[in-house]
């Protein structure tokens, strides 16, 4: 046996001495010569670091007065060179907490900044920790671990993506697991996901909304009110009270976005007020001069919402409504390309919000519907619009039919042609024209 490893044995005999006494120990704060032994071992050899990282934090609550330099060594050994010893210190991090919750928030910052090491075994240690930590005090630890989840001015963000992925990949799929008492952490949960919305990416928002929905409070026998809590955090992250500027297509994206992860709570009877106002008011003026790549994904966003719509807001919206329809539905055959799916998408929502307020449509297109209510204004006379919104839905209907006849006929002769083909090659070319043929009609 070399020097070096008959010194390393009889560190490890001595540390197995000192834990054997402070074991045996009634008044274990009388050790301090044993337990400053353990921390003084912590700066010794490689397998004296390994055990004394298990040592310093089981015996770390008799000792206060030895706090700081215990927690010191400690963090040395996750610091240092080799691995093994870096693996033993993170595992023994949330024995400190058993004792004293008071430094729990600070093993965790420890922990979240390790989230970036590369090595596996360490990741899997880190992980392991935290989810302890996360079992022992989970609304201490939660709250810690959410700190790490926002953007701040001092956001590292390579540990904030390690956050997040940690939280969707270990948290999320044990919540049942995690958050007791339920209603009192989901809602804890609900309330520093609120805080951590701050300059979020589309994706990370998704997932934090994922995990909202995922939780009791807001399953299946939520009450309206839980649905419009959801719906107003969508609205915040929407941005409805910001000007809106149509070029400015991030925004754009990010309403659309929020729109279509809304509308679940808009037909579980939360309202959609405000975003059908700032529809009205700031996209629906200028549509003309949207994007086109962008003009569709609104047009079936409005569509989606016109079915939970209330009176008062179909009532609003439904002239925005018609005059697109004029616009995009021609006055007369002309010879030019029908938008169809712009079209499908207004006359979607033109159902729906005309069947919420019937009385509207005699002023806006002509279409007289008796309800005995003022509004419905049956001594005015309407029949030149009557004429004109008639004649319009004739020519969508000619056009449709004669685009169903130029597809019927082009799926035929697609048919024909796949029959005669003989290669791979000549298939993948016939579907690839038929594709571009659908896309064109569409």
Do not use: W
């Amino acid at each position: 046996m070399s020097e070096n490893q008959s010194e390393e044995v009889q560190q490890i005999e001595k540390l197995y001495e000192f834990s054997e006494r402070l074991n045996a120990s009634k008044d274990k704060s009388q050790n301090v010569e044993d337990y400053e032994g353990i921390i003084k071992m912590s700066k010794t050899s490689m397998k004296a670091k390994q055990l004394a990282s298990q040592l310093i934090p089981r015996y770390f609550k008799f000792f206060p007065s030895l706090s700081t330099e215990a927690f010191d060594a400690h963090m040395d050994c996750i610091d240092d060179g080799d691995l093994g010893v870096r693996v033993q210190a993170i595992r023994g991090l949330p024995l400190f907490c058993k004792d004293t919750p008071d430094i729990l928030s600070k093993i965790v910052d420890v922990l979240v900044q390790l989230l970036n090491t590369e090595e596996p075994v360490e990741r899997d240690a880190v992980h392991k920790a935290l989810m302890s930590l996360l079992r022992q005090d989970p609304k201490a630890s939660s709250t810690a671990l959410f700190t790490h989840a926002g953007v701040t001015p001092t956001t590292d963000d390579q540990i904030r993506e390690k956050v997040l992925n940690f939280i969707r990949d270990k948290v999320i799929p044990l919540k049942g697991e995690l958050l007791k008492p339920q209603e009192e952490m989901e809602r804890h949960i609900t309330d520093l996901i609120k805080q951590s919305l701050e300059d979020v990416t589309g994706g990370e928002f998704k997932m934090f909304m994922d995990f909202l929905t995922s939780l009791s409070i807001f399953g299946g026998k939520a009450p309206p009110e839980r649905m419009q809590e959801l719906v107003e955090i969508i609205e915040g992250q929407a941005d409805l009270n910001a000007q809106f500027e149509f070029s400015d297509t991030d925004h754009i994206d990010r309403l659309i976005s929020c729109l279509q992860l809304a509308l679940p709570f808009f037909a579980r009877g939360a309202p959609s007020s405000r975003f059908l106002i700032y529809l009205n008011k700031h996209i629906i003026p200028v549509f003309d001069k949207l994007p086109e790549e962008r003009k569709l994904d609104l047009l079936k966003a409005l569509a989606d919402i016109s079915p939970y719509t209330t009176a008062q807001e179909a009532r609003q919206l439904l002239p925005s409504i018609v005059e697109l329809l004029k616009i995009y539905m021609p006055a007369r055959k002309t010879g030019e390309e029908m938008n169809f799916t712009y079209v499908e998408c207004l006359l979607y929502a033109f159902h729906h919000l005309a069947h919420k307020v019937p009385n509207a449509t005699n002023s806006l297109c002509g279409y007289k519907i008796v309800t005995g209510q003022p509004s419905d204004r049956l001594g005015e006379d309407f029949s030149e619009l009557n004429k004109d919104f008639t004649e319009r839905l004739t020519i969508v209907e000619d056009l449709t039919k004669a685009t169903m006849k130029k597809l019927t006929q082009g799926m035929t002769e697609h048919n024909k042609a796949m029959s005669a083909a003989k290669t791979d090659e000549e298939k993948a070319s016939i579907v690839s024209t038929l594709t571009c043929a659908i896309f064109y009609f569409s």
